[in-house]
């Protein structure tokens, strides 16, 4: 967690700013959205983080990017979950790939590795590998939850 520190630090700074902000947005692979995904949503909106997840907050008849654009502005930090469906996805420029590239830009930024490697996360984006994460071949998805929890505690 201590490596994580500058992250937390923009959590602080844009809760006072903006104390209406969304803790987190799960930027995930389409592919995930119904398993991972959702676990981890599921877990981090049962430890009280205040998640925007696409599967609940794209509503129909919503234009999808405007929705997304909102999210990203209206969230304090982005979890990225990588899994090898979102390696696949990012090369090929899909919506995951413009939420990347939005959190990337700012140091609100937390890759977490499931269900495969930062090694081949390196091999597929070198930028978002450089980034300080969580891999959950180290800790369960539920301490990661938690340890988000804590992160963005305020």
């Not at 981090?44 to 998640?51: D, E, P, T």
């Not at 907050?57 to 997304?68: F, H, K």
């Not at 090694?119 to 800790?139: C, F, I, K, Q, W």
């Amino acid at each position: 967690m201590q490596s994580l520190e500058p992250i937390r630090e923009t959590v602080e700074i844009r809760a006072a700013q903006q104390p209406d902000l969304r803790d987190v947005f799960l930027c995930h692979a389409w592919g995930d959205r119904k398993e991972a995904a959702k676990d981890l949503h599921d877990l981090l909106v049962a430890s009280g983080v205040k998640v925007w997840f696409s599967e609940n907050d794209l509503g129909l008849g919503v234009p999808m990017m405007r929705a997304i654009d909102r999210g990203l502005a209206n969230s304090r930090i982005g979890l990225v979950l990588v899994t090898p469906a979102m390696l696949e996805r990012l090369p090929k420029e899909s919506v995951a790939d413009k939420e990347l590239s939005a959190l990337l830009a700012r140091n609100q930024l937390i890759p977490i590795v499931h269900n495969t490697s930062y090694e081949a996360l390196r091999n597929v984006s070198p930028m978002l590998a450089s980034r300080t994460g969580l891999d959950t071949a180290d800790d369960s998805m539920e301490v990661v939850a938690k340890k988000i929890a804590e992160l963005v505690e305020v």
